[in-house]
């Protein structure tokens, strides 16, 4: 059996040498098809690879309740359609005090400034520096990681110490000469001591989240004074199971800070972590219906063009099907021989038009900074549809030659 099918492949390959053009012509277009195919995958699967770590980085199991949630929806002027009050320190500060769900803790901040200039010594950053005011648990809650140094402690926030965690840019940039750990920075005047560094995190949507300063939350609201700051509030639940119903517990929690009566709307978002990501991945599931359409037109015509080149083939072999046949090859034997062939073209097709969407997808994931992954559900689907394409366009062709009277055969110049 196993000699049969390997003799199958050979005659494949040698005919496929004779009609070397035509054959490469072939192969082009169903790689077209599948190209299509892996291409827009391999660029969806690095988009939701980027999406998934960036959101990461808000924590896992958390929530936040905030002025509005990430939900929110707008007009189409881009004017919301319901203004919101902002969350005021006295709201924030009272939800921490009076939100008592089991296994969870609480953390307030608020950005103070995104334009922020940092000294050390006789050397400065620009004024692009992002400054929170934070609490000891604000890091542990948005997903961030202390890799040299500490966090803070709750006697750093309780006593109001002018002590600060840097991202990890200080490290390689303003501090970048010396341990940064103990080292003494400026920031509007004010002298920080270097507690902790964190753990690069990368850019999120072209925002660097590796520039910024975490300062004391109550030091930051002496040194940035405004009006209508807006107080974020970020809860960590341990118990993934019971994240729903802290959710739950928040909202009546805030509402009743708000005074808000039971006929009242909710004045305020809460924002589960995975809640936003869900939303935009949920998007990325029609870019792969668009790349399944797209391929399936291609391929449709990928299809066609292999049936032809079959009928052609076997038009053209009319008289070695029937000296074959006179030598006692079945019909099956016949069938066989040209759906054989049929694959190997269209696996052919199907390992270029993959290696192709590969390097166009990387190409592109590359140009717009995604971080690439493999698609091996698109490499699967392409090596399928490849095969399915080769069995629809050669199971014609394949009957007609095995169909052929080996006498008019003989006779066919």
Avoid: H
Avoid at 49 to 78: C, E, H, P, V, W
Avoid at 258 to 274: A, C, H, I, M, W
Avoid at 315 to 329: D, F, N, P, Q, Y
């Amino acid at each position: 059996m196993f000699g049969l099918f390997r003799e199958n492949v050979r005659i494949a390959l040698g005919s496929i040498k004779t009609q070397l053009l035509r054959t490469i012509l072939t192969v082009l277009i169903i790689a077209i098809g599948i190209t299509a195919l892996v291409g827009i995958l391999t660029v969806v699967s690095a988009l939701e690879n980027t999406l998934s770590k960036d959101f990461a980085s808000m924590g896992s199991n958390t929530f936040t309740i905030n002025q509005y949630d990430n939900l929110s929806r707008t007009d189409g002027d881009g004017e919301r359609k319901i203004v919101n009050p902002i969350i005021s320190y006295p709201e924030a500060k009272a939800f921490k005090e009076n939100f008592n769900f089991p296994f969870t803790n609480t953390s307030i901040s608020f950005t103070a400034t995104s334009t922020a200039e940092v000294k050390y010594e006789n050397e400065k950053t620009d004024p692009e520096v992002a400054v929170l005011g934070v609490d000891e648990y604000y890091m542990p809650n948005s997903g961030l990681e202390v890799v040299d140094g500490r966090n803070f402690t709750a006697f750093d926030i309780a006593n109001n110490s002018y002590v600060c965690v840097l991202g990890s840019d200080f490290a390689k940039g303003l501090l970048k000469d010396v341990n940064p750990i103990d080292k003494i920075i400026s920031v509007r005047g004010a002298k920080f001591k270097v507690i902790g560094i964190l753990k690069e995190k990368g850019s999120t949507f072209g925002n660097s989240q590796d520039l910024r300063v975490m300062i004391p939350i109550q030091v930051a609201r002496t040194l940035f004074t405004a009006p209508n700051i807006n107080y974020t509030t970020t809860v960590m639940v341990q118990n993934k199971e019971m994240v729903s119903q802290a959710v739950d517990n928040a909202t009546i929690s805030m509402r009743k800070i708000r005074k808000l009566n039971p006929v009242e709307d909710t004045n305020f978002g809460v924002s589960r972590s995975d809640d936003l990501i869900n939303k935009i991945l949920g998007i990325t599931d029609y870019l792969g219906i668009a790349a399944i359409i797209i391929s399936v037109i291609t391929i449709l015509g990928s299809s066609i063009a292999l049936m032809n080149i079959m009928i052609v083939s076997v038009t053209e072999r009319t008289r070695e099907i029937g000296v074959r046949k006179a030598l006692g090859a079945k019909k099956s034997t016949i069938a066989i021989q040209f759906f054989m062939e049929t694959i190997v073209i269209g696996q052919m097709g199907g390992l270029v038009g993959i290696f192709l969407g590969l390097i166009i997808g990387f190409g592109i994931s590359a140009a717009i900074e995604f971080n690439f992954v493999i698609p091996w559900m698109a490499i699967f689907s392409a090596f399928l549809v490849s095969f399915l394409v080769a069995i629809v366009s050669g199971l014609y062709p394949a009957i007609k030659a095995s169909q052929l009277d080996p006498i008019e055969a003989l006779r066919y110049e």
